[in-house]
């Protein structure tokens, strides 16, 4: 028996999230297909993360154990010659039997992508959220550092009824900016349910002027969705890397 480690790049706009589900079209249903046919045998695989209905992945681990003596190069071009193009495996190796793409994960990160102009890019279509107005990046930029450190994000998750803790470290959380484009990138050791959205809608209420940047840290003071802003749209969003290491996570964080 062997348990291999996989990472995989998604668009989700077709996709109900990743977790399997009953009812609905998911990438975990998809890939367990094709990798179950290339491995010859069924097999679960176990995801890293759940993603929700729209939102993308860059990069995106998963671990299944096989019986299979296919080589890791063979496994990458087998299930990629089987996958449809909106799923591609990007590496496969080797990993200890008691690796657990979720459960050893120590950190995410994220990024948001906004295009920011009055006219429509055809060419991000369900990849970034068009965002018509003028952008206050500086202000925007103000309010993002109070997200930063250890805090109770109960005011910035849709439903916090299942979680042990709403407790969560954010170690970066930067906004750049390139002509129309406006990418957010969050970096934290887990994330609440709709946690990412409700922190870029609350950015681009504060843009707005609806949200003044001090009001943040009295926002996660109240634990009270209804003192946040709104939930931003999930095809903006993308899963973009996934830490096994502390020194990989906190690198590069200021």
Same mark, same amino acid.
């Given at each position: 028996? *062997? #348990?291999?480690?996989?990472?995989?790049? !998604? *668009?989700?706009?077709?996709?109900?999230?990743?977790?399997?589900?009953? #009812?609905?079209?998911?990438?975990?249903?998809?890939?367990?297909?094709?990798?179950?046919?290339?491995?010859?045998?069924?097999?679960?695989?176990?995801?890293?993360?759940?993603?929700?209905?729209?939102?993308?992945?860059?990069? !995106?681990?998963? %671990?299944?154990?096989?019986?299979?003596?296919? %080589?890791?190069?063979?496994?990458?071009?087998?299930?990629?010659?089987?996958?449809?193009?909106?799923?591609?495996?990007?590496?496969?190796?080797?990993?200890?039997?008691?690796?657990? &793409? *979720?459960?050893?994960?120590?950190?995410?990160?994220?990024?948001?992508?906004?295009?920011?102009?009055?006219?429509?890019?055809?060419?991000?279509?369900?990849?970034?959220?068009? !965002?018509? *107005?003028?952008?206050?990046?500086?202000?925007?930029? &103000?309010?993002?550092?109070?997200?930063?450190?250890?805090?109770?994000?109960?005011?910035?998750?849709?439903?916090?009824?299942n979680v042990s803790t709403p407790v969560r470290t954010i170690y970066s959380f930067k906004i750049e900016n390139s002509g129309d484009s406006v990418l957010m990138?969050?970096?934290? %050791?887990?994330?609440?349910?709709?946690?990412?959205?409700?922190?870029?809608?609350?950015?681009?209420?504060?843009?707005?002027? #609806?949200?003044?940047?001090?009001?943040?840290?009295?926002?996660?003071?109240?634990?009270?969705?209804?003192?946040?802003?709104?939930?931003?749209?999930?095809?903006?969003?993308?899963?973009?890397?996934?830490?096994?290491?502390?020194?990989?996570?906190?690198?590069?964080?200021?």
């Amino acid at each position: 028996m *062997r #348990n291999l480690k996989v990472m995989i790049a !998604y *668009r989700g706009t077709k996709y109900h999230g990743f977790q399997r589900q009953n #009812n609905a079209l998911t990438v975990q249903e998809v890939v367990e297909r094709h990798v179950s046919k290339v491995l010859n045998e069924p097999v679960t695989i176990i995801g890293c993360s759940r993603t929700d209905t729209g939102v993308h992945a860059n990069n !995106y681990c998963f %671990n299944v154990k096989t019986s299979s003596k296919i %080589n890791c190069r063979g496994f990458v071009r087998g299930v990629n010659g089987e996958l449809p193009d909106d799923i591609s495996v990007l590496s496969c190796e080797d990993a200890p039997m008691d690796f657990h &793409a *979720r459960f050893d994960c120590v950190g995410k990160e994220y990024i948001y992508k906004m295009h920011c102009s009055e006219s429509k890019n055809p060419f991000a279509a369900d990849l970034m959220y068009h !965002y018509r *107005r003028p952008f206050d990046l500086e202000a925007v930029k &103000a309010a993002a550092k109070y997200f930063v450190g250890e805090h109770d994000f109960t005011s910035f998750c849709a439903d916090c009824s299942n979680v042990s803790t709403p407790v969560r470290t954010i170690y970066s959380f930067k906004i750049e900016n390139s002509g129309d484009s406006v990418l957010m990138l969050v970096k934290g %050791n887990g994330f609440l349910y709709n946690m990412i959205r409700i922190m870029v809608g609350t950015l681009i209420e504060v843009s707005e002027k #609806n949200i003044k940047p001090d009001d943040i840290p009295y926002i996660l003071e109240a634990k009270d969705r209804l003192k946040a802003g709104r939930t931003a749209m999930a095809h903006g969003l993308y899963l973009n890397r996934i830490f096994y290491s502390e020194d990989e996570l906190l690198k590069d964080v200021n």
